[in-house]
């Protein structure tokens, strides 16, 4: 009973961790996704039309600086889609962990059931050693 008592604990204290997790990765992932819309948009509003009057090798000057302001903002969408897929992938392994200790948990639980079977049995086996050892003393 005690040790039902200690797995059942312990499943709860997991389950409460594993959502507590899976809640702060969400949150994670949600405030990756604001900054990198954040940052999009800040480009954006960087980028104003240029003006007739500016010069050629300006407006080229001005071009490639958009062009690697893109490349950035580019990379950090790339890294937020990674990211996004690590968190995909943890989550898939921490959902398998769980069906793994709920595996176990029903083995545990067979494994005690059995023990409780042979303990009831070894109880018969020493009351017939006992009642033949009275007999053989009777006799």
Known sequence: PSQKFTQS??????????????????AALTKQRASATAA?????????PTSPTQSHGTQAQQQQQQQEQEQL???SQD??????????ERESEIRNIEQSVGELNE??????HMVHEQG????II??????????????
């Open 9 to 26: 604990k312990l499943n709860r204290e997991f389950q409460a961790s594993l959502t507590e997790f899976q809640a702060l990765q969400r």
């Open 40 to 48: 999009r948009t800040a480009l954006d509003s960087q980028q104003s």
């Open 73 to 75: 903002r580019l990379a």
């Open 79 to 88: 890294e937020v889609d990674f990211q996004e897929s690590l968190i995909v």
């Open 107 to 112: 083995l545990f639980k067979d494994v005690a």
């Open 120 to 123: 009831e049995q070894l109880d």
């Open 126 to 139: 020493a009351d017939n050693v006992q009642g033949v050892r009275d007999d053989t003393q009777g006799a």
